[in-house]
């Protein structure tokens, strides 16, 4: 059969039998997984060169090509490959700048919260009692209240600024954790290598980190990679309602706030940036869900 005649999906799996990808034994992303992969890869890479990939400036303006399409539209220019905004600014170079700041945000918001409601977690799964009534009622709290509530009351206290914001996910991510991260030391810490080393007399903190946390591990990781994608969505949202991150700073959020104004005659200021905000969540999510199936076949996890 000529190429030509080939799917995308045949192609890929005829060039996978060629090609040896450095996949860990056992995990097969397949052809969307691997986009998923390469489009994260990309997003991370943005994230760390940030400015440096931006052909412009990303707040400066130029007031002699306000509004210019993108450019393979008419009057579009490649020295604006993404057209221009209402100020005359590069979108390409603000979407690589938004890139970075929910990049970010995202990644240092699952880190965090997941360290301490890792921690929170493992404290109430085995120490059980009071501590994990304590903990229990505080994760069901924060659990129960609408996530916009919470970052009204806390940006109210705290102010604006990618800082402010970075505490606000935070602070409101961590509970997931906590309920994971409990469920599953109350079923390891039955397993008998558990209570073996328990009747050995090896201590607490020595069972928690050598024997329960790396059996929970799997489930860790996959949640905090789909928390990746929660967390974008977050810090786009607060920022288009104008309660995250605020200019001079770039976020996508904030991008679709300033250019829904302009949407009936420069759709590419908002469905651009929009698109961004999708991929990104989707692609996150799809590698979180080949690591879940990775890690555990059955769906167990």
Not at 174 to 199: C, G, H, N, T
Not at 264 to 290: M, Q, R
């Amino acid at each position: 059969m000529s190429n030509l005649t080939l799917s995308g999906r045949e192609r890929w799996h005829r060039m996978s039998r060629r090609v040896r990808f450095p996949w860990p034994q056992g995990f097969r992303p397949g052809f969307g997984g691997s986009l998923a992969l390469l489009f994260c890869a990309v997003m991370i890479l943005a994230a760390v060169a940030g400015p440096a990939l931006a052909p412009f400036d990303a707040n400066e303006s130029d007031f002699a090509a306000i509004m210019l399409p993108p450019a393979w539209l008419t009057d579009g220019l490649w020295e604006h490959p993404l057209g221009t905004d209402q100020l005359g600014r590069d979108v390409l170079s603000r979407l690589i700048v938004g890139t970075q700041i929910a990049m970010i945000v995202a990644i240092a918001t699952s880190v965090v919260a997941g360290v301490i409601g890792v921690t929170l977690g493992l404290i109430a799964g085995y120490l059980g009692g009071w501590a994990d009534a304590v903990i229990s009622r505080i994760v069901d709290a924060f659990l129960a209240l609408p996530f916009i509530l919470m970052a009204l009351a806390f940006i109210s206290a705290l102010g604006t600024g990618v800082g402010n914001i970075l505490l606000v996910l935070i602070m409101t991510n961590w509970a997931p954790y906590a309920r994971l991260v409990r469920s599953e030391v109350v079923s390891i810490k039955r397993r008998d290598f558990v209570v073996l080393a328990q009747m050995a007399g090896v201590s607490r903190t020595r069972i928690i980190l050598r024997h329960i946390l790396p059996n929970a591990a799997n489930s860790i990781l996959v949640l905090a990679v789909l928390d990746v994608g929660r967390a974008v969505i977050l810090e786009s949202s607060l920022s288009f309602l104008g309660l995250g991150i605020q200019p001079p700073d770039v976020s996508w959020g904030l991008m679709l706030a300033d250019g829904r104004a302009y949407i009936s005659i420069a759709w590419w200021l908002t469905v651009l940036p929009g698109i961004a905000i999708v991929a990104t969540v989707l692609s996150f999510n799809a590698v979180g869900e080949k690591l879940r199936v990775w890690f555990d076949p059955r769906g167990n996890l």
